[in-house]
């Protein structure tokens, strides 16, 4: 009588669950390579977007003080004069109480925008160099500071 092992499973049974599993997903060796280029990837190219970002965002805190100047420049030929600080830089947008000659709102929006760190504007008036001070206090929110947390200023 032959021998029969009824234990193991018939060849072409076995040759098909090896085909499926070798489709089914990754090996673990595949997924550390993506990993590993990933994060060269992102180790090279991640400071340079970080930098970049920061620019940008001085860029945008100097151009919002210009377009800030500019409003302020065109209420100070209606008005005689420009806000004064507790007036602030909401003058260009409400009409202060007791002005006749305020033909606003000198912005194109309904309040006036924070910086680009979601800090207030400082306006003061008169200024040292100028006869009014506008100022962003940077990324850390508080006066001096270097780097991305230096003030940004109209003077």
């Not at 420049?73 to 007791?98: C, H, I, Q």
């Not at 000198?106 to 003061?124: E, L």
């Amino acid at each position: 009588m032959p021998f029969i092992d009824q234990g193991c499973p018939p060849l072409r049974q076995t040759r098909r669950r090896t085909r499926r599993d070798r489709r089914a997903g990754f090996t673990l060796v595949e997924l550390l390579v993506v990993l590993v280029i990933l994060s060269l990837v992102m180790g090279l190219v991640g400071p340079r977007v970080i930098g970049y970002l920061t620019s940008s965002r001085e860029k945008a805190a100097r151009l919002q003080i210009e377009s800030f100047a500019t409003a302020l420049d065109l209420f100070y030929l209606d008005a005689g004069r420009y806000p004064t600080t507790s007036e602030g830089l909401g003058a260009l947008v409400k009409r202060p109480a007791g002005l006749a000659n305020w033909s606003g709102p000198y912005t194109s929006k309904d309040t006036i925008p924070a910086d680009p760190w979601g800090n207030p504007y400082d306006y003061k008036t008169p200024g040292q160099k100028a006869p009014y001070t506008i100022t962003s206090l940077g990324a850390d929110g508080k006066k001096g500071g270097t780097g991305d947390g230096a003030d940004i200023s109209n003077e």
